[in-house]
């Protein structure tokens, strides 16, 4: 496996970043209040993680995230594979799909807190609509894009229904199915946040509007990497496993 | 006859065009032959094996197998791709298991079953590896096991050396000649290959294009085993064969050499 992410590229990326950010708090003339430096962020990080309140909140967030991400991706993997084989029954489905797709799912959100209140029904909700239409379509084109000898060989050799879908379709179909599903982890996650912020009292996205309500700029910024790190960790590990998937289907060496 | 071709035909429709692609094809084959379809590009042999391994139906005759209509593919006829079409998914042994999965076998029984067949074809050392670590030649001896491995009656083989280098492709014609007579299986090889024809076949059909045809039948009457490319009686065939291609209107007649 190829490491996109050096330690070496990692260390002068933040290195860089650090300092950019440094130079902007030294030459602007915001204020502590409004524009931290990055050392006021770390100490307020500090604080979260030394009174545990952090890691609480990350906790409620994974929880959403984990029950939101997976469910919508099982369900979007199952019924694509369905629709990608009965092309005839999809044809009826795509127009309202295509309909729905383009919709944020943040825009569902008053009527998702009206009927389910606010708690982690409305971040597990949102992150849902976020990752299924993309691992849905997907998951239909890899069906259509199969190569047809694959189906052939299944044929004369008695395959049938529904074996070949996890003999045949599935496997065939995983290189497309899994790129997708790791584009929509990121997109997922970018929809965590936003549910959070305006359907729960806890989780990362919470903790975003109760810095702003203390205003607490510090606090703020430190949530705000937080998040982006979580995200790049959670994009991280998702390569792995599909990179592990495809090594042990004899796919490419990713 | 085992194999009864009757009058098949087979006309493509693309939007208002319509190709005749397969006209008044007439061919019986026996149990245990070996017969290859030889013919230029676009004569229609992979429409007609794919009509025979029930693939792609003709449009009109009948093709019969045992005395039976074919209307479907069936694990008694297996076809072997050019491209192998093996699962890059699934390793060695799991390739050749999968004609297996459908009948009622033990998980021993699949497995060592299998192993034979890897082994026939000279791959014991392979059964753990993914097909992409195999060159071409390998792939093919694993569609081979896999194949055999279902013990069909009849092998179908749509050009399956098409994609190796000469000296691979002499190794695979010995050993698929051995192969089909030690299992008595009926094969029916599509090639554009004269000397692969002649090498492999009891029977040459020889086809002509514009509409697909039968051009001819020729008999190649050399010893099944050692045949020698070199030989007189083989290049004499050759000649013949390549005398078909090189005359016009020629009548249809079965050539006895
Ligand atoms: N699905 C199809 N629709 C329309 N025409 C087709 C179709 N399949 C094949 N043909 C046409 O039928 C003719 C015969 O094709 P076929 O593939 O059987 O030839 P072939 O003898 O196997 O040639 P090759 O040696 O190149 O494989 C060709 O002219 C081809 O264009
Ligand atoms: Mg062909």
């Known amino acids: 496996m190829k490491k996109l992410l050096s330690l070496k590229n990692i260390i002068v990326s933040f290195a860089i970043f650090i300092l950019i950010w440094q130079v902007l708090y030294m030459t602007s003339d915001f204020g502590d209040a409004l524009f931290p430096s990055p050392l006021k962020a770390w100490q307020a990080l500090v604080e979260m993680v030394e009174n545990g309140y952090i890691f609480i909140n990350i906790g409620t967030s994974m929880y959403r995230f984990a029950a939101g991400y997976i469910s919508s991706v099982i369900t979007a993997v199952l019924l694509g594979l369905v629709l990608g084989w009965f092309k005839g029954i999809f044809k009826y489905i795509n127009p309202v799909v295509q309909l729905l797709r383009p919709i944020s799912p943040m825009a569902w959100m008053p009527f998702i807190v009206l009927w389910f209140g606010i708690g982690d029904v409305p971040a597990i909700v949102i992150i849902f609509i976020a990752a299924f239409f993309p691992v849905l379509l997907s998951t239909v084109s890899a069906v259509g894009n199969i190569d047809p000898i694959y189906l052939k060989v299944a044929k004369n050799f008695g395959i049938k229904k529904p074996e070949i879908f996890w003999k045949i379709v599935f496997p065939a179909a995983f290189p497309q199915i899994a790129n997708s599903i790791h584009l929509a982890l990121g997109t997922a996650w970018v929809f965590l946040v936003a549910g959070e912020m305006v359907g729960s009292q806890s989780g990362l996205g919470y903790l975003i509007i109760d810095a702003r309500n203390n205003l607490r700029a510090d606090t703020l910024l430190a949530a705000i990497i937080v998040i982006g790190l979580i995200g790049l960790i959670l994009d991280s590990l998702l390569k792995l496993i599909e990179g592990y998937v495809m090594r042990l289907w004899g796919g490419a060496d990713k | ?257």
């Open chain 2, 1 to 257: 006859m085992y194999i009864e071709i009757t009058n098949a035909g087979k006309t493509f429709k693309d939007g208002g065009e319509e190709l005749r692609v397969l006209d008044n094809i007439n061919l019986s084959i026996d149990k245990g032959e070996f017969i290859c379809l030889l013919g230029p590009s676009g004569c229609g042999k992979s429409t007609l094996l794919n009509a025979m391994a029930g693939f792609d139906m003709i449009t009109e005759g009948s093709i019969k197998i045992d005395g039976k209509e074919v209307k479907e593919p069936s694990v008694k006829n297996v076809t072997i791709f050019q491209n192998y079409g093996l699962l890059p998914w699934r390793t060695v042994q799991k390739n050749v298991e999968l004609g297996l999965e459908p009948k009622k076998l033990s998980k021993e029984e699949r497995a060592k079953t299998a192993e034979k067949y890897i082994e026939l074809v000279g791959l014991s050392g392979f059964k753990n590896a993914h097909p992409r670590r195999l060159s071409g030649g390998m792939q093919q001896r694993v569609a081979i096991a896999r194949a055999l491995a279902v013990d069909p009656d009849i092998i179908f083989m749509d050009e399956p050396f098409g994609a190796l280098d000469a000296i691979t492709r002499m190794k695979l014609q010995d050993d698929i000649l051995a192969i089909s007579k030690k299992e008595n299986k009926t094969v029916i090889f599509v090639t554009h290959d004269i000397e692969e024809a002649i090498f492999l076949a009891d029977r040459i059909v020889v086809m002509a294009a514009h509409p697909g045809r039968i051009k001819s039948i020729v008999d190649v009457h050399l010893p099944r085993y050692q045949r020698e490319r070199t030989s007189d009686d083989f290049l004499l065939i050759r000649d013949k064969v390549f005398e078909i291609f090189n005359m016009k209107h020629i009548p249809d007649i079965e050539f006895v050499i």
